[in-house]
C-alpha cells in the first residue's frame, strides 16, 4: 500500500536551513498535488506550503519568501525547502498527498511527520 516517509528535520539555529522530503512508496504513476502543515504543542494543524497538479503554489503568509515547496514524480519525492528559519516555526512537519495509483484510483495520504525544532 502507498506510504509517505518524511525526513529532513532535526534541530537547526535561527537563520538557518533545512530540507525536509517526504518519499511516496508503493505503486503510484504519479504525485498529483503536494503540501506541507505543521503543528506545534498545543495549537492546531495548519497549512504551510501547497503545490498543485499543474505546479502552481500557494504559502502561508508566515513563511512567504522563505519556504520553497518542490514535487518530482521521477523521485515520488516532495520537498520542502526551508531558509531562514525562526523559532516559531517549531513543529511537526507533515507531509499531504494526492497520488494517481497503478490502479487508477486518486487518493489521499498523510505522513507520520518530522520535527523541526529551530533554537538557539
Known amino acids: 500500500q502507498v506510504q509517505l516517509v518524511e525526513s529532513g528535520g532535526g534541530l537547526v539555529q535561527p537563520g538557518g536551513s533545512l530540507r525536509l522530503s517526504c518519499v511516496v512508496s508503493g505503486s503510484i504513476f504519479s504525485i498529483n498535488t503536494g503540501a506541507w502543515y505543521r503543528q506545534a504543542p498545543g495549537k492546531e494543524r495548519e497549512l504551510v506550503a501547497r503545490i498543485s497538479s499543474g505546479g502552481s503554489t500557494n504559502y502561508a503568509d508566515s513563511v512567504k519568501g522563505r519556504f520553497t515547496i518542490s514535487r518530482d514524480n521521477a523521485k515520488k519525492t516532495v520537498y520542502l525547502q526551508m531558509n531562514s528559519l525562526k523559532p516559531e516555526d517549531t513543529a511537526v512537519y507533515y507531509c499531504?498527498?494526492?497520488?494517481?495509483?497503478?490502479?487508477?484510483?486518486?487518493?489521499?495520504?498523510w505522513g507520520k511527520g518530522t520535527l523541526v525544532t529551530v533554537s538557539s
Open positions: 499531504n498527498t494526492g497520488v494517481l495509483t497503478t490502479t487508477y484510483n486518486a487518493m489521499n495520504f
